[in-house]
T-cell receptor, first 112, second 113 residues
Framework: DAGVTQSPTHLIKTRGQHVTLRCSPISGHKSVSWYQQVLGQGPQFIFQYYEKEERGRGNFPDRFSARQFPNYSSELNVNALLLGDSALYLC???????????FGQGTRLTVV | QQQVKQSPQSLIVQKGGISIINCAYENTAFDYFPWYQQFPGKGPALLIA?????SEKKEGRFTISFNKSAKQFSLHIMDSQPGDSATYFCAAREDFGNEKLTFGTGTRLTIIP
């Protein structure tokens, strides 16, 4: 069975640019969450979407946005990239949103 | 404000020994406490989880101990093996229909022969 898949796996962007990260949840999972993991720290919650609606938002600036599509896949968008946005971006999926969450391998974003 | 405090930051254990990682939380609304294992370059993998209505849960060599009154929980890895060398994160979630996990800062575990 395919797990949570994220693309791309690695990305290098220049400060001020925009980036789109993609996530496909496990088949049958309707909830997708996004986390940012800075090197040496635990993941920080960014967003949760369930049935295409935003269920939760973490303490991140408005430069961060996300959406969920009818097939339950999701995109995370970050505008006006800063050097501090360099991190591993993780996507997690679950069946309903308050059940076990399974993470993808992440997208390593480097902002130069 | 760090809502889940994890210790130690790093831990070295001999093969066959017991690895113990501790976490403490402040938010009494937390209702679900998972542990994740993360290898370099990989996403976190769910290891074991507990709800506060039980004081202990065991799955193979992994045990969670939970003390609701002290707002503390811990992971015990019995018969630690070199393959257990990884970073471990405790986490907590309010069970109000959202999936927001609050993670600890992580423990880098190294098992030496």
């Amino acid at each position: 069975d395919a797990g949570v898949t994220q693309s791309p796996t690695h990305l290098i962007k220049t400060r001020g640019q925009h980036v789109t990260l993609r996530c496909s949840p496990i088949s049958g999972h309707k909830s997708v969450s996004w986390y940012q993991q800075v090197l040496g720290q635990g993941p920080q919650f960014i967003f949760q979407y369930y049935e295409k609606e935003e269920r939760g938002r973490g303490n991140f600036p408005d430069r961060f946005s996300a959406r969920q599509f009818p097939n339950y896949s999701s995109e995370l968008n970050v505008n006006a990239l800063l050097l501090g946005d360099s991190a591993l971006y993780l996507c997690a999926s679950s069946v309903t949103g308050n059940t076990e969450a399974f993470f993808g391998q992440g997208t390593r974003l480097t902002v130069v | 404000q760090q809502q889940v405090k994890q210790s130690p930051q790093s831990l070295i254990v001999q093969k066959g020994g017991i690895s113990i990682i501790n976490c403490a939380y402040e938010n009494t609304a937390f209702d679900y406490f998972p542990w994740y294992q993360q290898f370099p370059g990989k996403g976190p993998a769910l290891l074991i989880a507990i709800r506060p209505d039980v004081s202990e849960k065991k799955e193979g060599r992994f045990t969670i101990s939970f003390n609701k009154s002290a707002k503390q929980f811990s992971l015990h890895i019995m018969d630690s093996q070199p393959g257990d060398s990884a970073t471990y994160f405790c986490a907590a979630r309010e069970d109000f229909g959202n999936e927001k996990l609050t993670f600890g800062t992580g423990t880098r575990l190294t098992i030496i022969p």
